[in-house]
């Protein structure tokens, strides 16, 4: 069975960094798109960062460019998020995801979720 471990959130001051974690198992990880999604209250989720199967394309949603990094290490089935800069509007359940073939088909089909972790930002 295929399952995605987030962890790494917390709470952080504006401005300040935070590094999420995934850990991927029951499945060829290199075969697989991953990325990240978040989910603020009384809002839907919103695509965050895809990153490609060998790690060589990222796709970012336009409001986090510049201060997250997403990086994979398929060696150890796992897909980090640096988070710098943060702002209050960051604040949500981080989601890792993921799915075979290409990482630009992520924000529309997502085939495994991880459990989500919080990520809380104050001002």
């Known amino acids: 069975q295929v399952q995605l471990v987030e962890s790494g959130g917390g709470l952080v001051q504006a401005g300040g960094s935070l590094r999420l974690s995934c850990a991927a198992s029951g499945l060829t990880f290199s075969n697989y798109a991953m990325g990240w999604f978040r989910q603020a209250p009384g809002k839907e989720r919103e695509f965050v960062v895809a990153i490609s199967r060998n790690g060589d394309s990222t796709y970012y949603e336009d409001s986090v460019k510049g201060r997250f990094a997403i990086s994979r290490d398929n060696a150890k089935n796992t897909v980090d998020l640096q988070m710098n800069s943060l702002k209050p509007e960051d604040t949500a359940v981080y989601y890792c995801?993921?799915?075979?073939?290409?990482?630009?088909?992520?924000?529309?089909?997502?085939?495994?979720w991880g459990q989500g972790t919080q990520v809380t930002v104050s001002s």
């Open positions: 995801a993921g799915r075979r073939g290409g990482a630009t088909g992520l924000r529309y089909d997502v085939a495994f």
